[in-house]
């Protein structure tokens, strides 16, 4: 007899931990892609995945990029897939979790944020005040939009508030076309709070209260095991540091470094 038959089912959970992010140690595609395959790949017995989501957002491209392929490698190899929010599935965060057939979550988890922020500083008046003269040449009318070193212009902030509607409007059509009938009143829904996961139960933003390994048992029965899979971590001295400082560094840099950015 094949010593598989006495092996504890083993269910694969895909975890997504972090920022998202086109960066180093931070949730992207490029992170994420071969953990997705691995986890699909794992999934012939159940046919199902289970996204473990520790996430407050942060880029809507890479939230769409990450969701979308989920979708995609789902729907072309029968699986089904369930997310559950830990601590935290917000923004971003929640814009991967609807990439799932069922959300669950923690009645204190905070999911939902659905909406778009974005923002800066201005130093007009400062270097003004020290005597320090701006000069920035530029092709194009409009290349200097934001700029944090002049007052701001009532089209600028116009130009800013179609964009975030935009993109707004972008979220709350992949939040219909996953949650569908399931959700409660959009005014409430789609205002861009955050919540608490009895709340998002309520408003249909989850489906109900499970961890990850309650869903393993579920999926499995009760010897199953869960087999955690994401990307590889850091090797030599980057491994002693602890990823919260480093995506601090790169949030630093990033700041310094990139125009205005918008965010989920």
């Known amino acids: ?3 598989l038959f006495w092996r504890a089912p083993r269910i694969p959970v895909l975890s997504l931990r972090g920022i998202i992010a086109a960066r180093p140690y931070a949730i992207s595609l490029a992170a994420y892609r071969e953990p997705i395959e691995r986890a699909v790949a794992q999934a012939k017995a159940h046919k199902r995945i289970i996204l473990s ?3 407050p957002g942060g880029s809507p491209v890479q939230s769409d990029l990450v969701a979308s392929f989920i979708r995609e490698r789902a729907q072309e190899n029968d699986v089904k897939v369930l997310a559950v929010i830990g601590d935290v599935g917000a923004s971003g965060g929640y814009w991967i979790a609807c990439a799932a057939d069922e959300i ?3 009645r204190m988890s905070i999911v939902g944020s659905i909406g778009v922020i974005g923002g800066g500083f201005g130093f007009a008046e400062f270097i003004a005040r020290h005597g320090i003269e701006r000069r920035v040449y530029t092709a194009g009318e409009h290349k200097s939009r934001l700029d944090p070193f002049r007052p701001e212009q009532a089209d600028d902030i116009l130009f800013t508030k179609e964009l975030l509607t935009d993109m707004h409007a972008e979220f709350k059509d992949w939040v219909r076309s996953r949650r569908g009938s399931r959700l409660g009143p959009e005014p409430e829904v789609f205002d861009g709070s955050y919540m608490l996961g009895s709340k998002g139960k309520t408003l249909g933003l989850i489906d109900g209260f499970a961890s990850v390994d309650s869903l393993v048992r ?5 010897r199953a095991k869960p087999v955690m899979i994401g990307p590889k ?12 400082a480093l995506e601090a560094a790169f949030d630093v840099a990033e700041d310094r470094l990139a125009p205005p950015r918008l965010r989920l």
């Open 53 to 55: 989501i520790e996430s």
């Open 233 to 244: 971590r850091p090797r030599g001295l980057m491994r002693f540091m602890g990823q919260s």
């Open 218 to 222: 579920d999926i499995g029965g009760k």
């Open 1 to 3: 007899m094949s010593l």
């Open 104 to 106: 669950y979550a923690n």
